[in-house]
């Protein structure tokens, strides 16, 4: 079966890809275009290890087709960093211990950051209703919304000077 | 898999020509949440996927005077998001809104969720309870059909080949109509229904139902209308007995499974229970109004 040509933005960049149709977006960030901060842990929905921001929303990229991003715009985990300079989420992520083994820190890198991009001021509870999707075997959760907390404090404080 | 092909049409009619004319298995794609996780077990081997979203309508929300009109590939955030929606319908934003996480919600749409036919699918409930229809595009033209009618048992739906939903209609409340849903999981979110429950009543200036629709999930092989919940609750005030006969109507409606989420004796007792409480938010959000 004839790949598919899909041109779309990926991390602010124009990419081109070919694709399998039964290829997953995952599949193709990481296989394709060497993306491999996407991670692969349940390919059903449930572990959120693969989470990009789709046209603003985050979305599990295991359950979109690659081809279903012709025209979209992608953030992936590798453009959530400016450069050299961390992204709070990122920074507090390190400060606060927030993770062990780090195979879901990823994904809840980009939820949190798409959290923030909406709500600079989450409750805890607004917090952990909206990271429910990502799922951590290792920290018991608190350090990750603690880091996330605290990024919004940071990212207000920046916002108010 | 090999020869699976991926197309995405930009109208309704091109849309039925390739699901109508596909050789083996054609499948429509909205969300994808049950579709791609199908696809990868297995358990799904289509030869067409059609993706339904470049096609103009199929996502979005629209009001009319008597009516919304929600697009068959809206998600979960569009629906909540939209304040006359909430307004209108809570019990219909609740069922949807309690379907999976944040990431699932931008993806996970209303038709999605009805065709893949699950007894425990949350935002079926309360739709059919609003006596909603759906408008099907097929080989034959266009057709409206009860919500109801679209689930035949489990991952069995009555669309015929080349069929797909194209929208819902669902009527506006009348003065003192509201609804509710309630579901019951062991934790507090990211879980499958052991019980539903939607509750759409509608009541005179006094209080006293006048209308009444009560349809259960995850007790049967479809959702359930309970005619017997809704004649208990018709000519009723909210009390003590008319919530015993809700309750014992809704456990007789049961027809449940024991699995590893709940036996047959605990869905039948939580059934009536959920029936209850979401009569009480129902009644007490249509008297307000």
Redesign the interface.
């Known amino acids: 079966m004839a790949k598919h040509h899909v041109s779309t933005t990926i991390n602010g960049e124009p990419v081109e890809f070919l694709c399998e149709p039964q290829q997953t977006l995952l599949d193709v960030l990481r296989d394709e275009l060497n993306l491999t901060g996407s991670k692969e842990g349940c390919s059903s929905g449930d572990c959120g290890a693969c989470t990009v921001i789709c046209d603003g929303r985050i979305t599990c990229s295991c359950l979109m087709l690659g081809a279903e991003a012709e025209g979209r715009t992608i953030q992936t985990v590798e453009g959530i960093a400016q450069g050299d300079k961390l992204h709070p989420v990122q920074q507090k992520f390190l400060e606060h211990a927030a993770l062990q083994c780090g195979f879901c820190t990823p994904g809840f890198i980009v939820a949190a950051k798409a959290l923030l991009d909406e709500n600079l001021n989450p409750t805890e509870e607004e917090t952990r209703y909206w990271l429910a999707g990502n799922l951590c075997r290792c920290t018991g959760y608190d350090k990750i919304v603690r880091a996330v907390l605290d990024a919004a404090a940071v990212m207000r404080a920046e916002a108010g000077r | 898999?090999?020869?699976?092909?991926?197309s995405?049409p930009t109208s309704i009619d091109e849309a039925v020509k390739m699901l109508a004319g596909a050789t083996g298995t054609a499948k429509p794609?909205s969300?994808?949440?049950d579709l791609?996780?199908q696809?990868?077990?297995g358990r799904l081997r289509p030869d067409l996927?059609v993706?339904t979203?470049r096609i103009p309508g199929m996502i979005g929300i629209r009001e009319e005077s008597d009516r919304f009109v929600i697009g068959a590939a809206t998600?979960g955030?569009t629906v909540y998001d939209n304040k006359a929606l909430t307004q209108a319908w809570p019990g219909i934003v609740e069922g949807m809104d309690l379907i999976?996480?944040?990431?699932?919600q931008?993806?996970a749409s209303l038709a999605g969720n009805l065709c893949n036919a699950s007894p425990a699918a949350d935002s079926v409930p309360a739709v059919i309870a609003a006596r909603a229809t759906c408008v099907i595009a097929g080989p034959n033209g266009r057709r409206e059909a009860p919500v109801e009618a679209i689930v035949v048992g489990p991952g069995r739906t009555s669309l015929q080949k080349g069929e797909l939903i194209v929208e819902f209609h669902i009527p506006k409340p009348k003065p003192h109509q509201s609804d509710a849903y309630l579901r019951f999981i062991p934790r507090t979110?990211?879980d499958i229904a052991v019980v539903g429950c939607a509750v759409n009543v509608t009541l005179d200036s006094n209080g006293v139902c006048t209308d009444a629709r009560v349809v259960l999930g995850a007790v049967a092989p479809t959702q359930v209308i309970v005619e017997d919940a809704a004649k208990a609750l018709i000519g009723h005030r909210l009390d003590e007995p008319t919530l015993a006969a809700l309750d014992a109507a809704a456990q007789r409606a049961c027809k449940p499974i024991t699995d590893k989420r709940g036996t047959i004796e605990y869905r039948t007792k939580v059934a009536g229970v959920l029936a209850r409480r979401a009569a009480k938010i129902a009644f007490e959000r249509a008297g307000a109004r």
């Open positions: 898999m090999p020869n699976l092909s991926f995405a794609l969300g994808g949440t791609l996780v696809l990868r077990s996927i993706d979203k998600p955030v999976g996480s944040e990431q699932i931008g993806r979110e990211m």
